[in-house]
């Protein structure tokens, strides 16, 4: 069976149904041969098992070269240098299924950082406006814009609904400074029970700043008993519980512990119609999902662009703002060029959300940029502006669907391969033997981005798993107290990748070798 089989099967929503052989690594080198993306792992820099224990800069990366702070280049070649490392583990690839936190580094991103540095150094402050000859970037108060087409694709939009600023805690803040309008009659938030911190932070810190009491206008979701999971369902039924008291719904696009894809464009529709503004945080789920936001109707939307863009550490992060909020109208027929202001929905303002043809006239008569990017503030930086033009750059080489795709397969291998390792397990001589973990993703290939979430038995043995793959030269996510979060990013994991992986994990949980 051919790789496009599955991914065939899976998109139609049925099993992907492994062969028997699909536990060796002739079949995932197999299905790596098919694979039409699989040449975008060279666009990558991946952590060798030597770079892993590094413990000072050294002035090399792996698999290249850096040049020292003498002009002297050094290649990563596997002697001493004091990092623990040998000439057996030096140019060997770690295994790199944290992309889901941060993920890993383009190649471009150093090149398009340098082509930045080069012109800040040429021609100073008029690199705002110059776009400089054979360089990747644009003019640097032209370059959110240019992020913004290059995303467009990653979030399912025109590109005047993107905007590129701040960090994602911070643009949530922006946007609900815009869409979070309570009123006496309706103040309430509908969250998630557990949402990443920060989210929560953010909504309960909004309704305060109001006035409001945070016990009165959160309304959480909780799985059913016993579960990790939040059925479609549910949501809806708490929609039309507190719909005549609901301002605003919030929810992540996936969950960032178990990995669940919500339904997105039936809970937008299904909150919209009873008049309630949604948003969605896409942490995990831009650059990961094929996402659709204009066409699903979502009001608002922000997402971080260090995980599954791969833009770097804190980097810089996007919003989009539906069309229908991004108008501006005038009163009167001179528009821009006269002295009258003009009308759009409320936001928190700032310099750069004003349009560029009269930013630069110094006045306090504010004409925001239609779209999306009327929503900026201030001027975006333009070294996190060139990480993620570079990050960009390698998805601008292939598609959301084809990553999905690919994703789609690579994730029903590994939890084929988990499974495999669970029948093992109980077919224990007597039979008593407890499973030693549980996939608390959901099992529906479409209710799942390229995650799945591994609870183990005990802290015990998520403390001796962890131990394992860091010493095997495995980068995962630990959950404590005892999940793992195993992400297969289809840029630059192989199902090579998955099949190493889980003989791994299947030698940590003491089930031997497989068969």
Not at 81 to 104: H, K, P, R
Not at 161 to 185: D, W
Not at 454 to 464: F, G, I, P, R
Request: with cysteine; hydrophobic share 40%.
């Amino acid at each position: 069976m051919d790789l496009s089989t599955f991914v065939d099967r899976l998109r139609s929503g049925e099993a992907a149904k492994f062969p028997t052989d699909a536990n060796t690594l002739a079949f995932a080198q197999q299905l790596d041969s098919q694979d039409s993306i699989r040449h975008l792992r060279d666009e990558f820099v991946i952590p060798t098992k030597a770079s892993l224990k590094k413990k000072a800069l050294d002035g090399r990366i792996p698999g290249g070269t850096l040049p020292s702070v003498n002009g002297t280049a050094h290649q990563e070649n596997g002697t001493g240098s004091g990092n623990g490392s040998s000439a057996d583990d030096s140019e060997e690839q770690g295994i790199y299924f944290v992309g889901n936190s941060l993920g890993a580094q383009p190649k471009a991103v150093r090149e398009y950082v340098n082509a930045h540095l080069e012109t800040w150094a040429s021609i100073g402050v008029a690199g705002h406006f110059r776009e400089m000859d054979n360089s990747p970037l644009a003019a640097w108060q032209d370059m959110a814009e240019d992020c913004a087409k290059r995303s467009a694709d990653l979030v399912g939009s025109s590109p005047h609904e993107i905007v590129i600023m701040n960090t994602l805690t911070a643009n949530l803040h922006m946007m609900m400074a815009s869409f979070y309008r309570p009123t006496e009659k309706r103040h309430k938030v509908i969250l998630e029970w557990k949402p990443f911190p920060s989210d929560h932070y953010a909504i309960e810190s909004q309704i305060t700043w109001h006035g409001l009491d945070p016990s009165r206008s959160m309304v959480k979701i909780a799985p059913d008993e016993g579960t990790y999971l939040i059925p479609t369902a549910k949501i809806l039924q708490t929609i039309d519980e507190h719909a005549e008291e609901t301002a605003l719904l919030l929810l992540p696009g996936i969950q960032y512990y178990t990995g669940q894809y919500f339904d997105i464009p039936t809970i937008t529709a299904h909150a919209r119609a009873r008049g309630i503004t949604v948003g969605w945080d896409l942490a995990h789920a831009a650059g990961n999902v094929e996402l659709r936001l204009h066409d699903w109707d979502v009001d608002f939307a922000c997402w971080c662009t260090y995980k599954y863009i791969n833009a770097g550490p804190g980097s810089i992060a996007g919003a989009f703002v539906h069309e229908r909020h991004g108008s501006v109208e005038w009163p009167d027929e001179d528009g821009i060029n006269g002295t009258t202001r003009p009308s759009y929905r409320p936001r928190l303002t700032g310099w750069y959300g004003g349009d560029k043809s009269v930013r630069f006239n110094m006045d306090n008569r504010f004409v925001p940029t239609p779209g999306a990017a009327g929503y900026q503030v201030s001027n975006p930086s333009a070294v996190d502006l060139a990480s993620l033009s570079g990050a960009l750059s390698v998805f601008n080489k292939t598609s959301m669907r084809e990553l999905r795709s690919k994703a789609l397969v690579l994730t029903a291998y590994a939890e084929h391969l988990m499974d495999e390792m669970l029948r093992e397990a109980a077919s224990s001589p007597d039979g008593k033997t407890p499973a030693p973990f549980a996939i608390i993703t959901p099992r529906d290939p479409a209710q799942r981005g390229t995650q799945l979430s591994v609870m183990l038995a005990s802290e015990h043995l998520h403390d001796a798993v962890s131990a394992a793959l860091e010493a095997n030269g495995v980068m995962c996510d630990k959950r404590k107290p005892n999940v793992i979060r195993v992400a297969p990013v289809p840029l630059y994991s192989r199902f090579e990748d998955v099949w190493r992986f889980m003989q791994i994990f299947r030698s940590a949980l003491g089930l031997g070798k497989a068969s």
